[in-house]
C-alpha cells in the first residue's frame, strides 16, 4: 500500500549547511557528525533482527526434524 503514503519532502543537497557567507560559501552547523543515538538502535535493530533470524531457522528445524520422528 505504498501508494496511500504521502510523499517524502525532497531532501537537501547539503543537509548540514544553515546559511550562506558573503562569498556564497555554505557556513555548516556544529552537527556534522551523525547522531550517536541514531547509531546505536540501528545496531540495535541489526542484533535484533539476526536473533529473529537464528529464533526462525531452528524453530523451522525442529519442526522438520519432528516431522521427520513422527512419519
Not at 551523525?34 to 523451522?60: E, N, S, T, W
Request: hydrophobic share 40%; charged share 30%; aromatic share 10%.
Amino acid at each position: 500500500m505504498r501508494f496511500l503514503r504521502p510523499r517524502p519532502k525532497p531532501r537537501k543537497a547539503y543537509p548540514n549547511s544553515d546559511r550562506f557567507e558573503e562569498d556564497g560559501r555554505r557556513i555548516y552547523s556544529a552537527y556534522l557528525g551523525p547522531d550517536p543515538k541514531r547509531r546505536v538502535m540501528a545496531r540495535k535493530r541489526k542484533r535484533f533482527a539476526v536473533i529473529l533470524g537464528g529464533v526462525a531457522v531452528a524453530a523451522a528445524v525442529t519442526v522438520l526434524m519432528y516431522l521427520m520422528s513422527a512419519g
